[in-house]
């Protein structure tokens, strides 16, 4: 009894400790943006994205009044998804904030940074994420997953990517389109497919 006791401290002590160093590093240093488009907030270029967004609820709404599939097409800057996107970020929900986040769009490659502030510490993140839906197939491959100084193995990234997957295909969050063709070039995102009742 007294070995198995003696056992779980120090199970419990190696687990606290490497819980220790993993967010030593991953609070401390940045995270490296150099070769990301710095993008700066703009009102202009919000009121924009909020009525694309606008434009695509009607059509949703037609979808759904009409009891029919309604072909659509959507397509937003990488600032515009940064400016939508910094409005959420901003807020306090349950597991902190994040601030500086960026949604930055390259050939086939959408990244994410920004800083997580959670528990009174922060920490900087960056992902990369392949991805392309070609014929209503979706193909996605997370690159690198960096908080701090630690940089994701490829199984995390891998059981990270089952999981979003996982999610997305059980319906949460329900996206009011049928994705048939999503397109990700230099500074922009195109989707297309058929708004669904």
């Known amino acids: ?110 990244t994410l940074t920004g800083v997580l502030h959670s528990v009174g510490l922060s920490f900087p993140f960056r992902i990369d994420i392949v991805v392309t839906t070609e014929n209503s197939q979706r193909t996605a491959e997370i690159t690198r997953f960096q908080v701090g100084e630690v940089y994701a193995p490829a199984f995390v990234r891998s059981l990270l990517l089952a999981l979003a997957e996982s999610t997305l295909d059980a319906g949460l969050p329900r996206l009011p389109i049928a994705i048939e063709t999503l397109v990700i070039t230099n500074g922009e995102l195109l989707v297309s497919g058929v708004a669904v009742p």
């Open 1 to 110: 009894m007294r070995r198995a006791l003696v056992f779980g401290i120090w199970v419990l002590l190696a687990v606290a400790g490497i819980l220790v160093v993993l967010g030593v590093f991953a609070t401390r240093g940045s995270v490296d943006i150099s070769d990301l488009a710095r993008l700066q907030p703009d009102p202009l270029v919000r009121t924009q994205a909020e009525a694309k967004l606008n434009a695509f609820g009607q059509t949703s709404e037609q979808a759904r009044l009409a009891g029919r599939a309604i072909p659509a097409q959507v397509a937003f800057t990488h600032d515009e998804m940064t400016a939508l996107l910094r409005d959420w970020a901003g807020q306090e929900h349950g597991f902190g904030s994040v601030t500086d986040v960026q949604l930055t769009f390259r050939l086939r490659t959408l």
